[in-house]
């Protein structure tokens, strides 16, 4: 209905609950009045923008704003509009430039804690790495915590890495400068940042990769050391390296549920590649289980490694140092040169599937025992869950041998092959 609004006639409009009521005035063109089934009265404003796309505008609800309130909220909005101008990109560019204005307040600080609250710690398996990625983040921009996040720039950044690196310390740095990109390529993808200030940080330059692999001498005298370390650390090495496995999430991290003893076995249910993993326990290796499980006779706990019995032992740094102590003691009185040359728990593996290797054993065999499996070959997740237990009978023949090595309990590996 088209009509000239007045304020009379406005008053004498009754809902109807059936239907919506909306009237025309013919004195502002393009102005609505409207009363809804349930008898809200609200004004409605309608015009093409010049040069742009025609707009509907909800200006008020009556009785709070009369009719000539309403034609003269009509009247401004139809002078922008011929003008080329529209409220409404308008109001959003308003919005944005608030909600841009807001972002920009936020600190370093602020932006960090929802990364590692919504990223690394839903996203990054729980375990060492994870924990390292924090600490870092945590401890290189803790000087920049009250800085505005739009505030921090990449010369900053760059800063963190080349101190690092002026330290002599050059693959720590580049593990800081991909910690850093990580966190600027996801807050410029959540909007937090404009720019990507993280994406061209140099490094500090190509790291060499690791060479140490212990011999099988230098690997049995860090076995020998480490009947001196007691009833937890240990075990835990002398684990180490008979199994061959990671050791912090595969040793360290290990709970008795995984281990069957019936079956000489124990099955790492989430590894670093995320597939379960079924570890061959040698006769050492169950010796050294045996004894871990009496020790713990009065107080089970889950985990086979653990001083509290409510989680996995810490300070495998610590007694790494106190081991390398005892080495070099016993290095030296065997008429060795010193020091013994350093090592790291993880060359473990590396020396286990070398010497297996030299000792005649598969290559695959030996891949299979460390859980590496080579992107190219990686089985269909359906395979995988029948596969998980492939060669492990050969798998078993050469940690067994393993174990005889390590052990010196026979020198002669090859008989072994033979048998099996």
């Not at 297996?356 to 990686?378: K, M, P």
């Amino acid at each position: 209905m088209r009509v000239e609004l007045t304020p009379a006639f406005i008053k004498s409009l009754k809902k109807d609950p059936s239907r919506r009521i909306e009237i025309s005035d013919t004195k502002r063109g393009g102005l609505r009045f409207r009363l809804n089934p349930i008898g809200k009265p609200t004004w409605l404003f309608q015009k093409k923008i010049k040069g742009g796309a025609r707009r509907g505008f909800t200006l008020g609800t009556y009785p709070e704003m009369t009719l000539a309130q309403a034609r003269l909220a009509a009247q401004e909005i139809e002078l922008i509009a011929g003008r080329g101008i529209d409220p409404v990109k308008e109001a959003e560019h308003e919005k944005k430039l608030r909600q841009s204005q807001k972002l920009a307040q936020r600190t370093v600080e602020d932006i960090l804690n929802l990364y590692i609250n919504t990223y690394i710690e839903q996203e990054l398996k729980a375990g060492q790495s994870r924990d390292e990625r924090k600490r870092q983040l945590m401890t290189y921009l803790g000087p920049y915590y009250s800085t505005y996040i739009a505030d921090l720039s990449r010369a900053d950044l760059q800063m963190i890495v080349d101190d690092k690196q002026a330290d002599g310390k050059k693959v720590m740095a580049n593990r800081i400068r991909a910690a850093l990109r990580a966190f600027t390529g996801w807050a410029h993808k959540r909007g937090h940042i404009p720019h990507d200030i993280g994406i061209l940080l140099q490094n500090a330059g190509k790291e060499k990769p690791r060479e140490r692999t212990p011999t099988l001498d230098q690997l049995k005298a860090i076995w020998r050391a480490s009947f001196n370390m007691g009833n937890l650390w240990g075990p835990y090495v002398r684990m180490c390296i008979l199994t061959g496995q990671r050791s912090r999430s595969d040793v360290l991290n290990m709970q008795w549920s995984w281990i069957d003893f019936t079956r000489k076995s124990y099955e790492i249910p989430n590894p670093k590649n995320g597939r379960p993993h079924i570890v061959h326990l040698s006769a050492p290796a169950i010796k050294e289980l045996l004894n871990l499980q009496g020790l713990q006779s009065d107080r089970p706990s889950p985990f086979v490694f653990t001083t509290t019995g409510r989680r996995a032992a810490s300070g495998v740094s610590k007694a790494k140092l106190k081991l390398d102590e005892h080495i070099d003691k016993m290095w030296g009185k065997a008429g060795h040169q010193l020091p013994f040359e350093p090592w790291v728990v993880h060359d473990l593996r590396r020396s286990q599937a070398t010497l297996l290797a030299e000792a005649g054993f598969d290559e695959t065999v030996l891949d299979r025992i460390q859980n590496h499996v080579a992107a190219g070959s990686r089985a269909s997740a359906v395979a995988a869950v029948y596969n998980k237990a492939q060669k492990l009978s050969e798998r078993a023949t050469a940690l067994d041998a393993w174990a005889n090595m390590v052990t010196g309990e026979h020198n002669n590996v090859i008989p072994l092959l033979m048998e099996a």
